[in-house]
């Protein structure tokens, strides 16, 4: 079985990259930069594990930002509910342990849209922790998530920043840009690294090369 990381944006998944390189481990797996909302990839259907893997929304105002979460499971919009894969999960929170990452474990909530006021008090009142756009839409028969707090009740994003590439053209990002540039890299960088410690923990996977 070929082990996927999943990574929304092309920064995560590039810090999922450096992270698994900087293992120095003969254990190569997948990296899969999916888009928000899965937009760049042709079908949400993958045979191996997936490990989804970057930033997501605090819902709690307890939970700040660079907080890790990972997730046991997952709910959608419609009232499903997906299990986390118990060995995934049990690797990732290992691997956080093993890095001195503090973290959270707990259900995460995949949205179709940027989870924003009091719609982050409404899902924690569902007992989520967190929400992220990809997630639960993923289709795998083994699927866990590792995600770090970057927006929170006291720091709401502008939907604006859903499409990246315009978004300094609204005033609405403006005051947001500084603050993200601060602290987006190191969410991501902080997920990637458990991630890739995780993948180099199991050998439930066959060590591949990069397409």
Do not use: Y
């Not at 997630?135 to 929170?152: K, S």
């Not at 859903?162 to 053209?169: E, I």
């Not at 996977?205 to 990069?210: A, G, K, N, Y």
């Amino acid at each position: 079985m070929l082990l996927t990381i999943l990574a929304a944006t092309a920064p995560e998944a590039a810090a999922v990259r450096r992270a698994v390189a900087s293992r120095g481990s003969k254990t190569r797996v997948r990296i899969v930069e999916s888009g928000i909302r899965l937009a760049r990839l042709t079908s949400p259907v993958f045979d191996g594990p997936v490990i989804s893997c970057g930033v997501a929304g605090g819902l709690r105002e307890d939970i700040p930002t660079g907080t890790v979460v990972i997730a046991d499971r997952v709910l959608l919009e419609d009232g499903r509910q997906i299990v986390c894969d118990p060995v995934l999960t049990e690797a990732l929170v290992a691997a956080a342990s093993d890095l001195g990452t503090p973290c959270r474990t707990g259900a995460l909530i995949t949205s179709g849209r940027l989870v924003r006021g009091d719609e982050r008090t409404r899902w924690a009142g569902h007992g989520c922790l967190a929400a992220d756009m990809e997630t639960g839409f993923v289709q795998a028969p083994r699927l866990a998530a590792v995600r770090t707090i970057l927006d929170t009740p006291r720091h709401e994003l502008s939907s604006v920043w859903l499409h990246p590439v315009s978004s300094l053209w609204h005033p609405a990002a403006w005051g947001q840009a500084a603050w993200l540039a601060r602290h987006a890299p190191l969410c991501a960088r902080r997920a990637a690294e458990v991630a890739a410690r995780a993948s180099s923990r199991t050998n439930l996977w066959t060590p591949v090369d990069e397409a």
